[in-house]
Protein backbone atom coordinates (compact mmCIF):
# COMPACT_ATOMS: atom_id res chain seq x y z
CA UNK A 1 0.00 0.00 0.00
CA UNK A 2 1.07 3.74 -0.69
CA UNK A 3 2.39 5.36 2.15
CA UNK A 4 1.27 8.91 2.38
CA UNK A 5 3.82 11.75 2.89
CA UNK A 6 3.28 14.69 5.14
CA UNK A 7 4.26 18.30 4.23
CA UNK A 8 4.27 20.88 5.94
CA UNK A 9 1.30 23.36 6.45
CA UNK A 10 3.16 26.48 4.69
CA UNK A 11 6.23 27.51 3.72
CA UNK A 12 7.61 29.20 7.29
CA UNK A 13 5.97 26.65 9.68
CA UNK A 14 7.51 23.61 7.43
CA UNK A 15 11.02 25.62 8.16
CA UNK A 16 10.10 24.55 12.18
CA UNK A 17 12.42 21.54 12.95
CA UNK A 18 11.87 21.14 16.73
CA UNK A 19 9.53 21.53 19.23
CA UNK A 20 11.13 24.74 21.29
CA UNK A 21 11.10 25.42 25.11
CA UNK A 22 8.15 26.58 26.76
CA UNK A 23 10.71 29.96 28.25
CA UNK A 24 11.78 30.50 24.54
CA UNK A 25 11.64 34.41 24.04
CA UNK A 26 9.18 35.99 21.47
CA UNK A 27 10.33 36.80 18.24
CA UNK A 28 9.13 40.40 18.57
CA UNK A 29 11.53 40.73 21.90
CA UNK A 30 14.64 39.87 19.76
CA UNK A 31 17.16 41.74 18.40
CA UNK A 32 19.30 42.10 15.51
CA UNK A 33 22.09 41.66 18.00
CA UNK A 34 21.03 38.38 19.65
CA UNK A 35 20.59 36.72 16.07
CA UNK A 36 24.06 38.44 15.17
CA UNK A 37 25.10 36.17 18.32
CA UNK A 38 23.59 33.10 17.52
CA UNK A 39 24.71 33.29 13.77
CA UNK A 40 28.13 33.34 15.12
CA UNK A 41 27.66 30.72 17.15
CA UNK A 42 26.50 28.76 14.42
CA UNK A 43 29.56 29.57 12.03
CA UNK A 44 31.75 28.34 15.09
CA UNK A 45 30.04 25.09 15.30
CA UNK A 46 30.01 24.49 11.30
CA UNK A 47 33.91 25.29 12.11
CA UNK A 48 34.41 22.36 14.27
CA UNK A 49 31.12 20.22 13.25
CA UNK A 50 30.58 20.24 9.37
CA UNK A 51 32.68 17.09 7.87
CA UNK A 52 34.17 19.44 5.00
CA UNK A 53 33.19 23.17 5.59
CA UNK A 54 36.47 24.75 3.20
CA UNK A 55 35.70 21.90 0.56
CA UNK A 56 34.70 25.00 -1.91
CA UNK A 57 35.68 27.82 0.23
CA UNK A 58 39.37 28.48 1.63
CA UNK A 59 38.84 29.43 5.80
CA UNK A 60 39.88 33.19 4.96
CA UNK A 61 37.59 33.94 2.60
CA UNK A 62 34.95 32.20 4.17
CA UNK A 63 35.26 34.31 7.44
CA UNK A 64 35.79 37.38 5.56
CA UNK A 65 32.04 36.56 4.19
CA UNK A 66 30.74 36.02 7.33
CA UNK A 67 32.02 39.40 8.80
CA UNK A 68 30.77 40.96 5.90
CA UNK A 69 26.99 39.34 5.99
CA UNK A 70 26.78 39.99 9.86
CA UNK A 71 27.85 43.74 9.49
CA UNK A 72 25.12 44.03 6.71
CA UNK A 73 23.01 42.48 8.92
CA UNK A 74 23.69 45.19 11.80
CA UNK A 75 22.53 48.20 9.11
CA UNK A 76 19.07 46.56 8.40
CA UNK A 77 15.89 48.67 9.92
CA UNK A 78 14.61 46.08 11.93
CA UNK A 79 14.92 42.12 12.87
CA UNK A 80 12.62 40.78 10.19
CA UNK A 81 14.70 42.25 7.53
CA UNK A 82 17.76 41.35 9.23
CA UNK A 83 17.02 37.37 8.60
CA UNK A 84 17.80 37.20 4.83
CA UNK A 85 21.73 36.97 6.24
CA UNK A 86 22.07 33.44 6.96
CA UNK A 87 25.76 32.89 6.68
CA UNK A 88 24.57 28.68 6.52
CA UNK A 89 24.74 28.90 2.55
CA UNK A 90 28.45 29.80 2.53
CA UNK A 91 29.56 26.48 3.11
CA UNK A 92 27.63 25.30 -0.04
CA UNK A 93 25.81 21.97 1.18
CA UNK A 94 21.96 21.01 0.45
CA UNK A 95 22.30 19.41 3.83
CA UNK A 96 23.21 22.29 5.96
CA UNK A 97 20.28 24.44 7.67
CA UNK A 98 19.37 27.14 9.96
CA UNK A 99 15.64 27.76 10.43
CA UNK A 100 13.50 28.95 13.07
CA UNK A 101 11.83 27.60 15.71
CA UNK A 102 8.09 26.63 15.99
CA UNK A 103 6.70 29.22 17.93
CA UNK A 104 8.45 32.37 16.18
CA UNK A 105 8.24 31.05 12.83
CA UNK A 106 4.39 31.02 13.41
CA UNK A 107 5.21 34.85 14.70
CA UNK A 108 7.02 35.51 11.41
CA UNK A 109 4.06 34.06 9.12
CA UNK A 110 1.80 36.11 11.27
CA UNK A 111 3.52 39.53 11.10
CA UNK A 112 4.49 39.62 7.77
CA UNK A 113 2.75 41.37 4.63
CA UNK A 114 3.22 39.04 1.61
CA UNK A 115 4.03 39.90 -2.15
CA UNK A 116 -0.07 37.93 -3.00
CA UNK A 117 0.67 35.76 -5.79
CA UNK A 118 2.84 32.47 -6.02
CA UNK A 119 4.91 31.72 -9.04
CA UNK A 120 7.52 29.96 -11.45
CA UNK A 121 10.58 30.30 -11.44
CA UNK A 122 12.63 28.81 -14.20
CA UNK A 123 15.59 29.48 -15.52
CA UNK A 124 15.85 33.22 -13.88
CA UNK A 125 12.58 33.98 -15.09
CA UNK A 126 9.12 34.20 -13.08
CA UNK A 127 6.26 33.58 -14.24
CA UNK A 128 2.68 33.73 -12.08
CA UNK A 129 1.59 30.86 -10.58
CA UNK A 130 -2.43 31.35 -9.68
CA UNK A 131 -4.99 31.74 -12.12
CA UNK A 132 -7.97 34.45 -11.36
CA UNK A 133 -5.88 37.12 -10.26
CA UNK A 134 -5.48 40.79 -11.44
CA UNK A 135 -2.45 39.54 -13.37
CA UNK A 136 -3.26 35.95 -15.41
CA UNK A 137 -1.58 33.01 -14.69
CA UNK A 138 1.52 32.40 -16.79
CA UNK A 139 2.35 35.96 -17.56
CA UNK A 140 5.70 36.50 -16.81
CA UNK A 141 6.81 39.08 -14.37
CA UNK A 142 9.63 41.55 -15.22
CA UNK A 143 10.30 43.76 -12.12
CA UNK A 144 8.58 43.87 -8.52
CA UNK A 145 9.58 46.79 -6.47
CA UNK A 146 11.21 48.12 -9.53
CA UNK A 147 13.96 45.55 -9.32
CA UNK A 148 14.39 43.13 -12.03
CA UNK A 149 13.56 39.68 -11.15
CA UNK A 150 17.35 38.73 -12.52
CA UNK A 151 18.47 41.19 -9.47
CA UNK A 152 15.46 39.67 -6.95
CA UNK A 153 16.63 35.73 -7.47
CA UNK A 154 20.13 36.69 -6.93
CA UNK A 155 19.19 38.42 -3.87
CA UNK A 156 17.26 35.50 -3.06
CA UNK A 157 19.99 32.66 -3.99
CA UNK A 158 21.54 32.38 -0.65
CA UNK A 159 18.21 30.80 0.63
CA UNK A 160 18.53 27.86 -2.35
CA UNK A 161 20.42 25.21 -0.81
CA UNK A 162 22.51 23.25 -3.02
CA UNK A 163 25.99 21.59 -3.12
CA UNK A 164 28.54 23.34 -4.41
CA UNK A 165 27.88 25.76 -7.21
CA UNK A 166 25.09 24.03 -8.37
CA UNK A 167 22.14 27.07 -9.02
CA UNK A 168 19.31 24.87 -9.73
CA UNK A 169 18.13 24.99 -5.76
CA UNK A 170 15.47 27.69 -7.12
CA UNK A 171 13.06 24.49 -8.07
CA UNK A 172 13.24 23.71 -4.05
CA UNK A 173 13.05 27.71 -3.37
CA UNK A 174 10.13 28.73 -5.71
CA UNK A 175 7.14 27.33 -3.73
CA UNK A 176 8.18 29.13 -0.63
CA UNK A 177 9.03 32.79 -2.74
CA UNK A 178 6.30 34.71 -1.11
CA UNK A 179 8.17 34.11 2.24
CA UNK A 180 11.75 34.94 1.42
CA UNK A 181 10.42 37.72 -1.00
CA UNK A 182 8.44 39.28 1.63
CA UNK A 183 11.29 39.26 4.11
CA UNK A 184 13.26 41.92 2.18
CA UNK A 185 10.43 44.09 2.92
CA UNK A 186 8.39 42.54 5.22
CA UNK A 187 6.03 45.83 6.01
CA UNK A 188 5.27 46.72 2.55
CA UNK A 189 1.86 47.77 1.67
CA UNK A 190 1.55 47.74 -2.24
CA UNK A 191 4.03 45.83 -4.41
CA UNK A 192 4.68 47.52 -7.76
CA UNK A 193 4.80 45.10 -10.69
CA UNK A 194 5.79 45.35 -14.37
CA UNK A 195 4.77 41.99 -16.50
CA UNK A 196 3.60 40.81 -20.00
CA UNK A 197 1.00 38.46 -20.91
CA UNK A 198 0.79 35.54 -22.12
CA UNK A 199 2.08 35.39 -25.91
CA UNK A 200 2.93 39.45 -25.84
CA UNK A 201 5.58 41.39 -25.37
CA UNK A 202 3.91 44.01 -24.44
CA UNK A 203 5.05 45.18 -20.69
CA UNK A 204 2.39 46.38 -18.63
CA UNK A 205 2.48 47.91 -15.06
CA UNK A 206 0.33 46.92 -11.76
CA UNK A 207 0.32 47.52 -8.50
CA UNK A 208 -0.70 45.03 -6.34
CA UNK A 209 -1.58 45.04 -2.43
CA UNK A 210 0.30 42.83 -0.39
CA UNK A 211 -1.68 39.68 1.49
CA UNK A 212 -2.22 39.15 4.62
CA UNK A 213 -1.16 36.17 5.76
CA UNK A 214 -4.71 34.40 5.52
CA UNK A 215 -4.72 35.59 2.25
CA UNK A 216 -0.91 34.47 0.97
CA UNK A 217 -1.66 31.15 2.59
CA UNK A 218 -4.74 30.54 0.49
CA UNK A 219 -2.99 32.05 -2.41
CA UNK A 220 -0.39 29.52 -1.85
CA UNK A 221 -2.38 26.40 -1.89
CA UNK A 222 -3.96 27.47 -5.14
CA UNK A 223 -1.05 27.21 -7.33
CA UNK A 224 -1.11 26.05 -10.49
CA UNK A 225 2.31 24.09 -10.83
CA UNK A 226 3.28 21.71 -9.87
CA UNK A 227 0.77 19.34 -11.81
CA UNK A 228 1.82 15.97 -10.67
CA UNK A 229 0.32 17.31 -6.65
CA UNK A 230 -0.98 13.23 -6.31
CA UNK A 231 2.40 11.56 -7.41
CA UNK A 232 4.37 13.95 -5.33
CA UNK A 233 1.92 12.99 -2.01
CA UNK A 234 3.37 9.85 -1.41
CA UNK A 235 6.98 7.96 -0.75
CA UNK A 236 6.39 6.06 -4.06
CA UNK A 237 3.14 6.03 -6.63
CA UNK A 238 3.13 4.24 -9.94
CA UNK A 239 1.10 5.10 -12.83
CA UNK A 240 -0.23 3.36 -16.07
CA UNK A 241 -0.10 4.22 -19.35
CA UNK A 242 -1.43 1.22 -21.67
CA UNK A 243 -2.14 3.39 -24.66
CA UNK A 244 1.63 3.86 -24.52
CA UNK A 245 2.90 1.10 -23.26
CA UNK A 246 4.57 3.72 -20.58
CA UNK A 247 4.78 2.96 -17.00
CA UNK A 248 5.64 5.79 -14.56
CA UNK A 249 7.13 5.43 -10.89
CA UNK A 250 7.67 8.78 -9.02
CA UNK A 251 10.01 8.29 -6.41
CA UNK A 252 9.99 10.46 -3.74
CA UNK A 253 12.67 9.45 -0.71
CA UNK A 254 14.85 6.67 -0.37
CA UNK A 255 14.60 6.92 3.57
CA UNK A 256 12.46 3.61 3.25
CA UNK A 257 13.60 0.11 4.64
CA UNK A 258 14.45 -2.63 2.09
CA UNK A 259 11.59 -4.04 2.53
CA UNK A 260 8.93 -2.05 1.78
CA UNK A 261 11.12 -0.34 -0.65
CA UNK A 262 11.64 -4.23 -2.15
CA UNK A 263 7.34 -4.56 -2.47
CA UNK A 264 6.89 -1.26 -4.24
CA UNK A 265 9.05 -1.88 -6.86
CA UNK A 266 8.93 -5.44 -7.52
CA UNK A 267 5.15 -4.99 -7.79
CA UNK A 268 5.11 -2.11 -10.16
CA UNK A 269 8.02 -3.62 -12.56
CA UNK A 270 6.20 -7.19 -12.79
CA UNK A 271 3.15 -5.20 -13.61
CA UNK A 272 5.18 -3.04 -16.25
CA UNK A 273 6.29 -6.92 -17.05
CA UNK A 274 2.94 -8.21 -17.41
CA UNK A 275 0.94 -5.55 -19.44
CA UNK A 276 4.55 -6.17 -21.92
CA UNK A 277 5.59 -2.37 -21.60
CA UNK A 278 8.22 -0.56 -23.87
CA UNK A 279 9.18 2.41 -21.91
CA UNK A 280 9.03 3.40 -17.90
CA UNK A 281 9.81 7.12 -16.49
CA UNK A 282 11.36 7.36 -13.22
CA UNK A 283 10.58 10.28 -11.66
CA UNK A 284 12.72 11.66 -8.86
CA UNK A 285 12.27 15.20 -9.33
CA UNK A 286 11.22 15.60 -5.52
CA UNK A 287 12.84 13.26 -3.95
CA UNK A 288 15.10 14.59 -1.53
CA UNK A 289 17.29 11.41 -0.64
CA UNK A 290 17.54 8.98 2.01
CA UNK A 291 19.52 5.82 1.98
CA UNK A 292 22.16 4.94 -1.15
CA UNK A 293 21.16 1.49 -1.07
CA UNK A 294 17.82 1.89 -1.88
CA UNK A 295 19.06 3.57 -5.00
CA UNK A 296 21.13 0.73 -6.02
CA UNK A 297 17.87 -1.77 -5.17
CA UNK A 298 15.80 0.57 -7.43
CA UNK A 299 18.31 -0.04 -9.95
CA UNK A 300 19.03 -3.30 -9.95
CA UNK A 301 15.37 -3.74 -11.21
CA UNK A 302 16.62 -2.13 -14.31
CA UNK A 303 20.37 -3.06 -14.85
CA UNK A 304 21.03 -5.21 -17.79
CA UNK A 305 24.42 -6.43 -15.53
CA UNK A 306 25.91 -6.34 -12.40
CA UNK A 307 26.83 -3.25 -11.50
CA UNK A 308 29.08 -1.54 -8.91
CA UNK A 309 27.85 -0.30 -6.15
CA UNK A 310 30.35 1.24 -4.28
CA UNK A 311 30.10 4.24 -1.73
CA UNK A 312 32.32 5.68 1.41
CA UNK A 313 31.82 8.16 4.24
CA UNK A 314 34.40 10.42 5.79
CA UNK A 315 34.36 13.61 8.01
CA UNK A 316 37.08 15.94 9.34
CA UNK A 317 35.97 15.28 13.16
CA UNK A 318 34.67 12.18 14.87
CA UNK A 319 33.53 14.46 18.40
CA UNK A 320 30.58 16.33 19.02
CA UNK A 321 31.28 20.09 19.17
CA UNK A 322 29.19 22.60 21.83
CA UNK A 323 27.39 19.38 22.97
CA UNK A 324 25.86 21.60 25.25
CA UNK A 325 23.38 22.84 22.57
CA UNK A 326 23.08 19.94 20.90
CA UNK A 327 19.28 18.08 20.75
CA UNK A 328 17.26 15.39 19.53
CA UNK A 329 14.86 15.80 17.23
CA UNK A 330 12.03 16.16 19.82
CA UNK A 331 14.10 19.46 21.50
CA UNK A 332 16.04 17.59 24.74
CA UNK A 333 19.15 18.23 25.51
CA UNK A 334 21.27 15.37 24.81
CA UNK A 335 22.63 13.67 27.69
CA UNK A 336 26.22 13.02 28.53
CA UNK A 337 25.36 9.11 27.61
CA UNK A 338 24.10 10.14 24.02
CA UNK A 339 26.71 12.12 23.68
CA UNK A 340 29.40 9.13 24.35
CA UNK A 341 27.17 6.72 22.45
CA UNK A 342 27.69 8.94 18.87
CA UNK A 343 31.67 9.26 19.82
CA UNK A 344 31.86 5.57 20.22
CA UNK A 345 30.12 4.60 17.07
CA UNK A 346 32.19 6.97 15.16
CA UNK A 347 35.31 6.07 17.22
CA UNK A 348 34.42 2.03 16.01
CA UNK A 349 33.44 2.66 12.16
CA UNK A 350 36.28 5.98 11.49
CA UNK A 351 39.51 4.96 10.90
CA UNK A 352 41.94 8.04 10.39
CA UNK A 353 43.79 8.41 7.33
CA UNK A 354 46.90 10.48 6.35
CA UNK A 355 45.22 13.59 4.62
CA UNK A 356 43.60 13.77 8.13
CA UNK A 357 40.14 12.88 7.43
CA UNK A 358 38.50 9.87 9.39
CA UNK A 359 37.13 7.25 6.57
CA UNK A 360 34.68 4.53 7.32
CA UNK A 361 36.33 1.14 7.98
CA UNK A 362 34.97 -2.43 6.95
CA UNK A 363 33.10 -2.43 10.09
CA UNK A 364 30.56 0.45 8.22
CA UNK A 365 30.45 -1.18 5.40
CA UNK A 366 29.58 -4.24 6.39
CA UNK A 367 26.98 -5.55 4.12
CA UNK A 368 27.09 -3.18 1.57
CA UNK A 369 26.84 -5.13 -1.60
CA UNK A 370 29.39 -3.25 -4.08
CA UNK A 371 28.77 -6.00 -6.80
CA UNK A 372 25.19 -5.67 -7.21
CA UNK A 373 23.48 -8.25 -9.45
CA UNK A 374 20.23 -7.19 -11.82
CA UNK A 375 16.72 -8.09 -9.88
CA UNK A 376 15.05 -10.88 -10.93
CA UNK A 377 12.25 -9.14 -12.47
CA UNK A 378 14.28 -6.84 -13.93
CA UNK A 379 13.15 -4.54 -16.67
CA UNK A 380 14.75 -4.43 -20.28
CA UNK A 381 12.97 -1.92 -22.23
CA UNK A 382 14.06 2.08 -22.32
CA UNK A 383 14.26 4.02 -19.35
CA UNK A 384 13.48 7.95 -19.04
CA UNK A 385 14.47 9.34 -15.49
CA UNK A 386 13.57 13.01 -14.43
CA UNK A 387 15.52 15.37 -12.55
CA UNK A 388 15.58 18.47 -10.97
CA UNK A 389 16.69 20.35 -8.47
CA UNK A 390 15.29 18.87 -5.71
CA UNK A 391 17.15 15.70 -6.77
CA UNK A 392 19.27 15.27 -3.83
CA UNK A 393 21.50 12.96 -2.02
CA UNK A 394 20.94 9.39 -2.63
CA UNK A 395 18.35 10.27 -5.57
CA UNK A 396 21.71 12.04 -7.37
CA UNK A 397 23.09 8.48 -6.84
CA UNK A 398 20.44 7.06 -8.40
CA UNK A 399 20.82 9.19 -11.19
CA UNK A 400 24.14 8.69 -11.56
CA UNK A 401 24.04 5.21 -11.68
CA UNK A 402 21.76 5.50 -14.50
CA UNK A 403 24.05 7.89 -16.60
CA UNK A 404 27.18 5.98 -15.10
CA UNK A 405 26.01 2.73 -16.78
CA UNK A 406 24.27 4.32 -19.76
CA UNK A 407 21.36 2.83 -18.89
CA UNK A 408 18.64 5.99 -19.36
CA UNK A 409 17.93 9.11 -20.59
CA UNK A 410 18.31 12.23 -17.82
CA UNK A 411 15.85 15.03 -18.72
CA UNK A 412 15.17 17.60 -16.58
CA UNK A 413 17.68 19.75 -14.88
CA UNK A 414 20.98 19.43 -13.24
CA UNK A 415 20.32 17.31 -9.63
CA UNK A 416 20.40 20.01 -6.72
CA UNK A 417 23.74 17.84 -5.15
CA UNK A 418 27.01 16.48 -6.01
CA UNK A 419 27.67 13.69 -8.58
CA UNK A 420 30.89 12.80 -7.00
CA UNK A 421 29.74 13.67 -3.69
CA UNK A 422 27.49 15.23 -0.79
CA UNK A 423 26.75 15.14 3.08
CA UNK A 424 24.91 12.89 4.93
CA UNK A 425 23.86 10.45 7.72
CA UNK A 426 23.95 11.10 11.08
CA UNK A 427 22.59 14.56 11.63
CA UNK A 428 23.21 16.70 14.68
CA UNK A 429 20.86 19.48 15.68
CA UNK A 430 22.13 22.04 18.08
CA UNK A 431 19.25 24.92 19.81
CA UNK A 432 21.30 27.94 19.62
CA UNK A 433 20.84 29.91 23.08
CA UNK A 434 19.57 33.52 22.44
CA UNK A 435 17.09 33.31 19.40
CA UNK A 436 16.28 29.16 19.50
CA UNK A 437 17.05 28.67 16.19
CA UNK A 438 17.82 25.35 14.90
CA UNK A 439 21.56 24.62 13.02
CA UNK A 440 21.27 21.12 11.31
CA UNK A 441 24.19 19.89 10.84
CA UNK A 442 25.49 16.44 8.54
CA UNK A 443 27.98 14.71 10.82
CA UNK A 444 29.90 12.74 7.26
CA UNK A 445 30.74 13.23 3.68
CA UNK A 446 29.41 10.61 1.34
CA UNK A 447 31.58 10.22 -1.89
CA UNK A 448 30.36 8.17 -4.62
CA UNK A 449 32.17 5.49 -6.36
CA UNK A 450 35.16 6.21 -3.69
CA UNK A 451 35.71 9.41 -5.81
CA UNK A 452 37.94 11.79 -4.44
CA UNK A 453 37.41 14.98 -6.02
CA UNK A 454 34.56 16.68 -6.41
CA UNK A 455 34.12 19.67 -8.80
CA UNK A 456 30.77 21.24 -7.13
CA UNK A 457 28.19 19.99 -9.84
CA UNK A 458 25.26 17.70 -10.28
CA UNK A 459 24.10 15.16 -12.78
CA UNK A 460 23.77 17.21 -15.78
CA UNK A 461 20.62 15.82 -17.91
CA UNK A 462 21.06 14.47 -21.12
CA UNK A 463 18.11 16.91 -22.39
CA UNK A 464 16.19 19.84 -21.12
CA UNK A 465 13.08 21.05 -21.94
CA UNK A 466 13.63 24.29 -24.61
CA UNK A 467 12.22 27.17 -22.85
CA UNK A 468 9.60 27.86 -25.08
CA UNK A 469 8.14 24.67 -24.87
CA UNK A 470 8.59 24.50 -21.13
CA UNK A 471 5.95 27.69 -20.75
CA UNK A 472 4.04 25.98 -23.82
CA UNK A 473 3.21 23.00 -21.41
CA UNK A 474 3.06 25.22 -18.26
CA UNK A 475 -0.05 27.53 -20.19
CA UNK A 476 -1.49 24.24 -21.17
CA UNK A 477 -1.23 22.63 -17.77
CA UNK A 478 1.32 19.95 -18.53
CA UNK A 479 3.69 18.84 -16.78
CA UNK A 480 6.44 20.11 -18.66
CA UNK A 481 9.30 17.24 -18.26
CA UNK A 482 6.81 14.38 -18.07
CA UNK A 483 4.97 15.89 -21.51
CA UNK A 484 8.65 16.56 -22.94
CA UNK A 485 9.44 12.98 -22.44
CA UNK A 486 6.55 11.51 -23.66
CA UNK A 487 6.76 13.45 -26.58
CA UNK A 488 10.35 12.42 -27.45
CA UNK A 489 8.34 8.48 -27.15
CA UNK A 490 6.00 9.61 -29.52
CA UNK A 491 8.29 10.46 -32.11
CA UNK A 492 10.54 7.12 -30.98
CA UNK A 493 13.18 8.73 -29.42
Known sequence: MKKLLTY??????????????????KLASLTKEDFIADFRLAVDILKKQHPNPYKFIDSATFMHRVDSLMDRMA???????????????????????????????????????????????????MFVNIKGATIPYGAEILSI??????DILQSLSTSAYSDGFITTGMDRLY????????????????????????????????????????????????SVFPFNVLQR??????????????????????????????????????EV????????????????????????????????????????????????????????DNGRRLSDEDIQGQKNFFYQRFDKDSSGFYVGNARLKDGLMENFPPDKDAFHGKVYVLTGGGTVSAATYFATLVQKNKRGVIIGKETGSGEAATT???????????????????????????AVKDNGRGIMPDKEVPMDKFMEYIRADKDPELSYTMDLIQKGL
Open 8 to 25: GASAVLACACLQAPAQEK
Open 75 to 125: KEPDMMTSLQYSPIYLVRDVHTSLRLSNDNSRELYSNLRFFPYPVIIERER
Open 145 to 150: NNKSVK
Open 175 to 222: PEFQVTFSLLSPHQATYPVTWTAPGSKETRKTTLPAADPGSAFHATRQ
Open 233 to 270: AYYIYNDYDDSTKTGRLTVNTFALNEQDAYKEFSEFFR
Open 273 to 328: KKRNFRQVIIDVRSNGGGDPAISALLYSFMAEAPFRNVYNYRTRNIDVAYPEYAVA
Open 424 to 450: AAWFLRYLLPRTKCVLTVPRSELNFFN
